[in-house]
C-alpha cells in the first residue's frame, strides 16, 4: 500500500514540556476521513492515543493523554495536528497517523504506516 501521511514535529522535550506534531496528506486529502494518532513505545504494541472523525469533527482521546493531548485539522493545510502538554517519560514513543473510515475502526483502513516521527521525554 502507498504512505498516504507523512508525520512531523518529534523531538526530544523535557518533562512537562509540549509538543505538536504534524500529519501531513501526501497527495491524499485528509479532509475526507478520519485522522487517527498513535503511538508505539519501544517493546509495546502501537495504540491509539486519538482521532479526529471527519463526520462531525468530534475528538477522541486515550484516558491516558486525555486533557493533555488536543488534535485539530487544518483542511486548508491538509494536515492534522497533535498538541502535546505535560509531557512525561511514558509519553515517549515513535508517533503515526492514519486515515480510517472512522474514528471507531482499531487502526487506520487505508494506506501503509508511515516513518512516524520519534518523540522523547527526558530530562
Known amino acids: 500500500q502507498l504512505q498516504l501521511v507523512v508525520e512531523s514535529g518529534g523531538g526530544l522535550v523535557q518533562p512537562g514540556g509540549s509538543l505538536t506534531l504534524s500529519c501531513a496528506g501526501s497527495g491524499f486529502r485528509l479532509d475526507y476521513y478520519s485522522i487517527g494518532w498513535y503511538r508505539q513505545a519501544p517493546g509495546k504494541e502501537r495504540k491509539k492515543v486519538s482521532c479526529?472523525?471527519?463526520?462531525?469533527?468530534?475528538?477522541h482521546y486515550a484516558d491516558s493523554v486525555k486533557g493533555r493531548f488536543t488534535i485539530s485539522r487544518d483542511n486548508a493545510k491538509n494536515t492534522v495536528y497533535l498538541q502535546m502538554n505535560s509531557l512525561n517519560s511514558e509519553d515517549t514513543a515513535t508517533y503515526y497517523c492514519?486515515?480510517?473510515?472512522?474514528?471507531?475502526?482499531?487502526?487506520?483502513?487505508?494506506?501503509?504506516w508511515g516513518q512516524g516521527t520519534q518523540v522523547t521525554v527526558s530530562s
Open positions: 492514519g486515515a480510517q473510515t472512522s474514528c471507531l475502526s482499531p487502526e487506520p483502513d487505508f494506506g501503509s
Open positions: 479526529i472523525s471527519s463526520v462531525d469533527g468530534s475528538t
